[in-house]
């Protein structure tokens, strides 16, 4: 099994910042892409930013050159840095890894629970 952990959520004004840890445990073989996603309370769940093991980088055009990703390949851990952050920054966060757990064994999406995050006017 594959577990992953977020962290760094929680209450901030606008304009301030926050950061996201997620690291994943468990029987990881190879890991690929490791990202994030949000979940906006009555909206559907969106791409934030992702990152590959090479990091190279890919973001959301509503937080691009606000918000950082970055990884630590050795530790399975993937990191958001979000600053000047705005009302509409508001949701749950979840972190995810595509993976695998064994050699030749299928490429699997693993989430993470969610951390919130909260941004007031």
């Known amino acids: 099994q594959v577990h992953l952990v977020e962290s760094g959520g929680g209450l901030v004004q606008a304009g301030g910042s926050l950061m996201l840890s997620c690291a994943a445990s468990?029987?990881?073989?190879?890991?690929?892409?490791m990202g994030w996603y949000r979940q906006a309370p009555g909206k559907q769940r969106e791409l934030v930013a992702r990152?590959?093991?090479?990091?190279?980088?890919d973001y959301a055009d509503s937080v691009k050159g606000r918000f950082t990703i970055s990884r630590d390949n050795a530790k399975n851990t993937v990191y958001l840095q979000m600053n000047s952050l705005k009302s509409e920054d508001t949701g749950v966060y979840f972190c995810?890894?595509?993976?695998?757990?064994?050699?030749?064994?299928?490429?699997?999406?693993?989430w993470g629970q969610g951390t919130p995050v909260t941004v007031s006017s």
């Open positions: 995810y890894l595509n993976g695998r757990t064994w050699n030749g064994g299928p490429w699997t999406n693993y």
């Open positions: 468990g029987s990881i073989f190879n890991s690929d892409i």
């Open positions: 990152v590959s093991t090479s990091s190279s980088t």
